[in-house]
């Protein structure tokens, strides 16, 4: 049964960079019908997706993020990572990871989640 | 950017149907997913491609799309279906995330 659990830390300042971990139990993250992606939820807000790796290491990135996300795998300990930059309080939200799945027509969606890490960007 | 809009709430009484509506001018072409989220909880997959059920999901959970709308229906709404629905959908194949709804409020009266 496939799991996925975020870790990092809870508290981060502002302009400094947020840093978490998805660990993948269950299947291997190599496996090629699969992306793994991230995804935020402002307290009390509605879900934004942040961007999408497979474990070749090609990305996809919300444009709107794009130039603070950097997204990363290590098939070895089955792990893909999340790094955003300059952060604000904006960023304060619980942090998902999830598996992406091909539905046959191109186009993916999210089929597992982990339970969601808060991350609070404060000084 | 693409945005898909979903109404903020809808208010049912047990046994009633529930439909939520997530709009967005690709829906013609893109197929569209549903969430629910519970309370303290992560998103759960309800409907994937438009009218799919995955295993485990009840019944009375259906999706159906026409035009730019598409729409998830809960038959026979029970207490434990109270919960925010995201419809996530894509301007284009091969985004690889997409977009989120802002979500809907079902409330079981």
């Known amino acids: 049964q496939l799991q996925l659990q975020e870790s990092g830390p809870g508290l981060v300042k502002p302009s400094e960079t947020l840093s978490l971990t998805c660990s993948v139990s269950?299947?291997?993250?190599?496996?090629?019908?699969?992306?793994w992606g991230w995804i935020r939820q402002p307290p009390g807000k509605g879900l934004e997706w942040i961007g999408s790796i497979y474990y070749s290491g090609n990305t996809y990135y919300n444009p709107s993020l794009k130039s603070r996300v950097t997204m990363s795998v290590d098939t070895p300990k089955n792990q893909f990572s999340l790094k955003l930059s300059s952060v604000t309080a904006a960023d304060t939200a619980v942090y998902y990871c999830?598996?992406?799945?091909?539905?046959?027509?191109?186009?993916?969606?999210?089929?597992?989640w982990g339970q969601g890490t808060l991350v609070t960007v404060s000084s | 950017s693409y945005e898909v809009t979903q109404s903020p709430s809808v208010s049912v009484s047990p046994g009633q149907t529930a439909r939520i509506t997530c709009s967005g001018d690709a829906l013609p072409k893109q197929y569209t997913y549903w969430y629910q989220q519970k309370p303290g909880q992560a998103p759960v997959l309800v409907i994937y491609?438009?009218?799919e059920r995955p295993s485990g999901i009840p019944e009375r959970f259906s999706g159906s799309s026409s035009g730019t709308t598409a729409t998830l229906t809960i038959s026979g709404v029970q207490a434990e279906d109270e919960a925010d629905y995201y419809c996530?959908?894509?301007?284009?194949?091969?985004?690889?995330?997409?977009?989120f709804g802002g979500g809907t409020k079902l409330t079981v009266l």
């Open positions: 491609k438009d009218n």
């Open positions: 996530q959908s894509a301007e284009n194949s091969g985004t690889y995330g997409g977009v």
């Open positions: 269950g299947d291997s993250i190599r496996n090629s019908r699969y992306y």
């Open positions: 999830a598996r992406l799945v091909d539905d046959s027509s191109g186009d993916y969606y999210f089929d597992i």
